[in-house]
């Protein structure tokens, strides 16, 4: 019921039709994998994360998309969100070379293992043998 209220606002609105455009099976696996648990959560990567900071302007899809690879890759133990945003900032435009060196950046900030293991997951979504 929380989740259907929820779903009124115009700060929902704008973060699921951002998110369907960068991911348009993200949005759906995000609320189906925590609304048994945690609804609200989903509601609040949608309303706040998407509706308010990602269709903010200043930052091109494709530089929004590399800058949360970079965080991420420095987060370390994200490997799923990881793998999502490196398939999205496909879709957005960026090139395999463009992640590989936003992951390889921060190898400097980050540490070697936090790198090589986002490396992995690149290496996985972007299909690389």
């Not at 690879?69 to 793998?83: K, M, N, S, V, W």
């Amino acid at each position: 019921m929380l989740f259907t209220i929820a779903m009124e606002n115009e700060r929902y609105r704008r973060g699921a039709a951002k998110l369907r455009e960068i991911n348009p099976q993200g949005m759906d696996a995000l609320v189906r994998n925590l609304e048994p648990i945690a609804p609200d959560l989903a509601r609040f990567v949608i309303e706040f994360a998407y509706g308010d900071v990602y269709a903010r302007e200043g930052l091109s899809p494709q530089q929004r998309e590399l800058c949360i690879i970079a965080a991420l890759t420095a987060a370390g133990d994200c490997e799923p969100q990881l793998r999502a945003h490196i398939e999205a900032a496909c879709a957005a435009g960026c090139t395999a070379r463009e992640i590989i060196e936003t992951i390889l950046m921060m190898a400097v900030y980050a540490g070697f293992p936090a790198a090589i293991n986002a490396m992995d997951t690149a290496k996985r979504a972007l299909d690389i043998d």
